[in-house]
């Protein structure tokens, strides 16, 4: 089974926080992987810091997303988060930048799945379940995050254009499986 990952949307004063991933140079909630040893919570507390140089405190559960696709699948956990302390910086060798952005001005391009997790949480969904089915017509099946970016480097494209080469033709399709309130 592939990890649980977590994401959070750090929402002060009307914007949302965003990254922009090195890997791929797409935006994205500050996100990543649950270590042994922590709770979900903490992970997504940790992660934040990590990634953003910001404390923050987890305000709600927005959803549960089920990333489903010809690629590894991957299961994130959404919470809702304020700021309460630090100070915004980047942290090397995974974000390139990290804004604030006003809910009507997010940026583009997204990372896969994300557009529907930002909406969630700026409209105040709570305890939503979410199937997220991508269909990645030019990758093959069972491809790693690994392979995917040893694809990347031998691509000739630069970072974000190999990433928009591949989820331009994707077909999404999610699924409300449990409804938020």
């Known amino acids: ?31 990543g992987g649950v270590e042994d040893g922590e709770s979900i919570a903490q992970a997504a507390i940790r992660e934040t810091k990590e990634e953003t140089g910001l404390d923050v405190e ?3 559960l927005v959803g549960v997303y089920s990333r489903i696709s010809n690629m590894s699948p991957g299961y994130m956990v959404l919470f809702a988060a304020r700021p309460i302390g630090g100070e915004i910086k980047c942290q090397e060798g995974e974000t390139i930048a990290v804004e604030w952005f006003a809910f009507d001005e997010i940026p583009s391009p997204l990372s896969a799945g994300h ?33 995917l970016i ?6 000739g494209l630069s970072r974000r254009d ?14 409300t499986e449990v409804p938020g309130v």
């Open 162 to 175: 190999f990433y928009l080469s591949i989820f331009e033709q994707a077909e999404l399709k999610e699924t």
């Open 1 to 31: 089974m592939a990890g649980l990952a977590v994401n959070v949307a750090v929402i002060h004063e009307g914007k949302i926080l965003l990254t922009q991933r090195d890997d791929f140079e797409t935006w994205i909630l500050p996100s």
């Open 115 to 147: 557009k529907r997790r930002i909406e969630d949480a700026i409209s105040g969904v709570r305890g939503v379940t979410v199937l997220q089915e991508f269909k990645l017509p030019a990758m093959p099946d069972g491809l790693t995050r690994k392979e």
């Open 150 to 155: 040893e694809l990347r480097d031998k691509s």
């Open 58 to 60: 987890l305000t709600g």
